[in-house]
């Protein structure tokens, strides 16, 4: 037997392989050609390589000296390449490098030589030739220059000294080019350059799929060397191999490797339900190939059936259909809102923007999406996700939910039932991996189980997991079975409408060995009570020390302090991975940083909603009607600390991670009708971070909703009953306080708490809070647009006479601070405003939140004003870093756009234009205050075109400033509302015949006036 390898067995020529070592600068050389190819495609000289330079030689020589070279459409040479390959490590000296380029530049005319190699070849030679060959000394003098350089190279002289003067010429036109790149990283460069240019032509490309691509050219580029009638490559058909058919190329491959997708996807399942798969594909099959609409399938059945899955199943099997893939958590507003964030971010949208702009923006990007898209709407609710699906679009929809009856908008529905025989048998065989011996048994016996647990897929991996787990194999299924139907008896009534009872029996017995694999039964009774908390909280990134400290720490023994509850206890984390060890939970994202916090405080994990749903079940079919209540009324009073720090320390990312708990709650809270306390100012927190975002509508909403809980609480919280009448009545007033029935019902809302108000007046303890909450009343009455003065005027009246009588709370004096700052500044007396908004911003109390950012706006202004724009400058840096990334209180973020934007524009046609026009555009460019057009008032958006003008006039871009005009002008209202509108209308004008180069005496005038 001849060895395929053999040993050496010495000698110098036994490391000599001349085959190998020819094929490798072959290798190296076609590299270089296809590296050159690729940078002739942005080169419109040229038209088409000449692989082994040109085909029909007038000059036999001439094959040898060009590897290749670059051609115009008449033939004429643009760039002449020889190519040499060296050992690792090899030199190349400057007569070598000096004859190859004689020769080179004594076969063809071109405009440019290369000499390209991976040699080393030392700086200083090549300076030496550079400054010989670039000089403009004459011919003579060069041949004397490089003759001189060159006397102890004899054959180098010779070459050179047989050159003409014209081919000497040539030499002015050569570059030595020294790469050490070997071939592997000139080969990843140029499969990054095919990915490139693919991807820029919005075709698909992977990693493996570029190294296929790469290596057809390189045998295209060695077929065309090998025969003169091919050596021409024109670039258009270099063009053409580049951008393949996805489908060609994804076919030569065995399996697409590219395709994006965005969002946390479900697992693929690793066992097929093709029955159910083609009822998905079919549903989708467009029956208009041009068609815009976008085709919907809904997969509708309850948790744990694989609809989730089946919806992953279908991504991994139809990838190659869609550019890109959106996996949406749909399970709360929330957590949709969140997802479309991600999605606006891939589609290049302000991330800031708000709910209701976000998606619609985002349906508009994905209607004129050039590629075809998926968007998964993953455990949707049928009425809150069915604005968040786009109507229009080269795209298709999956929606998973438990409801089976709502259409979805005239979605294709799927029924997704238990699984077949053979595919519950797979599954199982997939996880506990019987034992080849008694194969024939071990499924016989896999068979059996997967029928007592009627084919449900969670019963079906949970009943796995928990075999496992035991380390029972095949031949304990008995066993489990025996305990199951045991089980499933004595548990009928806990059963959820919808699931098997084996299902809720499997749940069962996983619960049981977590509880028996915790140490002792301390440990058990934590695990047990954390699970019943986290099954009312929100599916994904559930806080585990939320969870625990609502599971071990009564309401009552927590510190008097804001902010939340860590337990660096070992037994916390060893609880949940307990629950994950038995498949009840995963880690997830862990949530955002807080003020202060412990990086361990922010773990998180997801649980299987079914498995939610049942836990939930059962402690409300078990325990009475005031224990679930005692439950709950816990929950949601860690739930508020949670909300209420991130709401106090201004940590957007962290609110918008606890507040999907918080609406989940909120529902279980009004399902199981708990009426307390906690569960009642936690609504209300709730509701302030929707005011904050501007979701008046949902903020009115659990407003109302806390209102009316007061009737039911045995022991009502009076001065929060009071405080949720005040902040009712002000979202009444701000969302239409000028109607007068509206005025009305916020006055209504609000004369209970006149009598409260005089009660806690008359003790000492008591009247901060009367003096804070007075001022919260009149500031209802008057915030916004104010009420109707004829329906609001006596109540207004007594509650000033009453707010005069009290000490000012620091709120109450910074809220009549911003507004008398406001005055003086419109008035003139920006100094008087300076101070006072400097004095209060000293004094700032905790949980100021939006007023702190209002007082900063107008110290802004007041320093604008007075030309001090450094001051100015640094006062708005630390502005827009309180507002944070994503901000909380969007009406401020408004108002600073708006004020500050305009006050800079106006400045900049003063005496200190250029400082001005600096700091105008600095504000202009901040990411925070895009948001601020979005949320404008409809009135108010003209005003918004206007400073998109003004920002192309300080950029002295004309013809951008004077396009914009015509849209100016035919949205100044004709008719202004207030002085207000009169301003920003004249300053309009102002801007148009700037742009338009018109006098502006006249105008200027009549702005100073």
């Known amino acids: 037997m001849v060895p395929i390898v053999g040993r050496s067995w010495g000698g110098a020529m036994a490391g000599v392989d001349g085959g190998r070592i020819a094929a490798r600068g072959f290798q190296y050389q076609y590299l270089r050609t296809l590296e050159y190819m690729f940078d002739a495609l942005g080169n419109p000289e040229v038209a088409a390589c000449r692989v082994e330079g040109d085909p029909n030689p007038v000059n036999p020589d001439e094959v040898d000296a060009v590897d290749f ?13 020889q190519v040499k390959s060296r050992a690792a490590g090899a030199k190349m000296g400057l007569a070598e490098a000096c004859t190859i380029l004689s020769k080179l530049v004594a076969r063809t005319d071109a405009r440019t030589y290369l000499l390209l190699t991976d040699a080393i070849f030392p700086s200083s030679l090549k300076r030496i030739f550079m400054d010989a060959v670039q000089s403009d000394t004459s011919i003579p003098q060069l041949r004397e220059t490089l003759a001189g350089v060159l006397r102890s190279a004899p054959r180098a002289l010779a070459e050179l000294n047989a050159l003409t003067d014209v081919q000497f010429e040539r030499l002015q036109r050569c570059r030595i080019v020294a790469d050490g790149r070997d071939r592997e990283e000139l080969r990843e460069a140029i499969r990054e350059q095919v990915r490139r240019w693919r991807r820029g032509g919005g075709r698909g490309i992977g990693h493996h799929s570029s190294g296929l691509l790469v290596s057809y050219l ?83 059945g309850p948790s744990g059936i694989g609809k989730s899955s089946l919806a992953a199943a279908y991504v991994a099997e139809c990838l190659d259909l869609y550019d890109v893939v959106f996996w949406v958590d749909a399970s709360s507003e929330s957590s949709t809102f969140e997802s479309f964030r991600n999605i606006g971010l891939w589609l290049g949208l302000d991330p800031t923007l708000g709910m209701s702009s976000l998606r619609a923006l985002v349906h508009e990007r994905m209607a004129s999406f050039p590629g075809r898209w998926l968007l998964v709407m993953d455990d949707a609710d049928a009425t809150s996700a069915e604005p968040w699906i786009p109507r229009f679009g080269n795209g298709d929809v999956i929606i998973t939910s438990l409801d089976s009856v709502h259409r979805f908008g005239g979605s294709v529905r799927v029924t997704v039932t238990t699984m077949l025989p053979s595919e519950a048998q797979a599954l199982l065989s997939a996880r506990m991996q019987p034992d080849a011996p008694d194969a024939a048994t071990d499924q016989a016996v896999l068979s059996r189980l997967a029928a ?41 009534t806990s059963v959820p409408p919808g699931y098997p009872r084996t299902l809720v029996a499997a749940i069962d017995l996983g619960m049981a060995r977590a509880i028996d694999l915790a140490d002792g039964a301390e440990m058990a009774k934590l695990l047990n009570d954390c699970l019943i908390v986290a099954s009312y909280l929100a599916q994904r990134r559930i806080p585990i020390h939320l969870v625990a400290a609502a599971a071990r720490l009564p309401p009552e023994a927590v510190p008097a302090k804001r902010g939340i509850i860590f337990g660096d206890d070992p037994e916390i984390p060893e609880t949940f991975r307990l629950l994950k060890r038995v498949s009840f939970a995963r880690e997830d994202s862990p949530l955002p940083p807080a003020f202060n916090d412990d990086p361990r405080s922010r773990t998180a994990i997801t649980l299987n909603s079914i498995l939610q749903e049942v836990i939930r079940d059962r402690v409300e079919r078990i325990h009475s009607e ?43 809270l009004r399902r199981v009708g708990v009426a307390t306390n906690n569960s009642a100012i936690m609504l209300g927190n709730l509701a302030s971070f929707h005011q904050a975002q501007n979701n008046f509508m949902e903020a009115q909403s659990l407003l109302e909703t ?27 007033v701000y969302r239409g306080g000028r109607d007068s029935e509206v005025c009305l019902r916020a006055v209504k809302l609000l004369e209970p708490v006149v009598p409260y108000l005089y009660a806690i007046s008359v003790d000492a303890d008591t009247q901060d809070a009367a003096s804070f909450l007075c001022g919260q009343a009149i500031e209802a009455l008057v915030g916004g647009d104010g009420c109707d003065p004829h329906v609001a005027a006596p109540l207004l009246d007594v509650l000033r006479e009453l707010s005069n009588r009290l000490p000012r709370h620091d709120i109450v004096s910074g809220r009549e601070a911003a507004r008398r700052a406001s005055e003086l500044i419109q008035s003139g007396d920006v100094e008087e405003a300076e101070s006072i908004c400097r004095e209060h911003l000293e004094h700032e109390g905790p949980g100021a939140g939006s007023l702190y950012l209002e007082l900063r706006r107008l110290l802004i202004e007041a320093l604008m004003l007075q030309d001090r724009w450094r001051e100015a400058r640094a006062e708005l840096d630390e502005l827009v870093a309180r507002m944070g990334d994503v901000p909380l209180y969007r009406e401020a973020v408004g108002m600073t756009l708006h004020n500050v934007g305009f006050y800079g524009a106006v400045r900049m046609f003063t005496p200190s234009s250029k400082e001005a026009r600096q700091f105008f555009l600095y504000t202009m460019s901040l990411p925070q205050l895009k948001l601020a057009r979005i949320d404008a008032p409809a009135h108010e958006t003209w005003r918004y075109v206007v400073l998109d003008l003004a920002v192309e006039v300080a950029r002295g871009r004309r013809n951008e400033a004077l396009a914009l005009t015509a849209s100016v002008k035919s949205i100044v209202p004709t008719a202004p509302r207030n002085t207000q509108d009169e301003g920003w209308a004249t300053f309009a004008r102002l801007l148009c015949h700037v742009a338009e180069g018109k006098p502006l005496a006249k105008f200027m005038r009549e702005f100073e006036e």
């Open 69 to 81: 070279d670059m051609v115009d459409r008449s033939g004429a040479v643009v760039i002449a390449a």
């Open 218 to 300: 390189l045998s295209e580029t060695l077929r065309r060397a090998a025969a003169a009638e091919h050596a021409v490559w024109r670039l258009d058909e270099f063009r053409a191999a580049l951008e393949l058919d996805d489908k060609i190329l994804s076919d030569a491959l065995g399996a697409r490797d590219w395709g994006t997708v965005l969002g946390i996807m479900a697992p693929i399942p690793d066992v097929a339900r093709p029955e159910l798969m083609d009822q998905l594909i079919q549903s989708l099959r467009r029956r208009n190939a041009g068609a815009r609409s976008v085709m919907r399938a809904a997969l509708v």
């Open 452 to 492: 007592e647990l009627e084919f449900w897929p969670l019963a079906l991996e949970l009943a796995a997991a928990y075999l496992e787990s035991c380390g029972f194999g095949a031949n304990d299924v008995e066993h489990y079975l025996t305990r199951l139907k045991i089980r499933s008896l004595d548990d009928k």
């Open 626 to 668: 005031k224990a679930v209540s005692s439950i709950l009324d816990k929950v949601a009073f860690y739930v508020d600390l949670w909300l209420e720090a991130a709401l106090h320390n201004n940590e957007p990312d962290r609110v918008h991670a606890v507040a999907p708990h918080a609406e989940v709650l909120a529902a279980h």
């Open 706 to 732: 806390e209102l009316s809980l007061f009737d039911l609480i045995e022991n009502p919280n009076e001065l929060l009953l009071q405080q949720t009448r005040i902040y009712l009545a002000t979202i009444l």
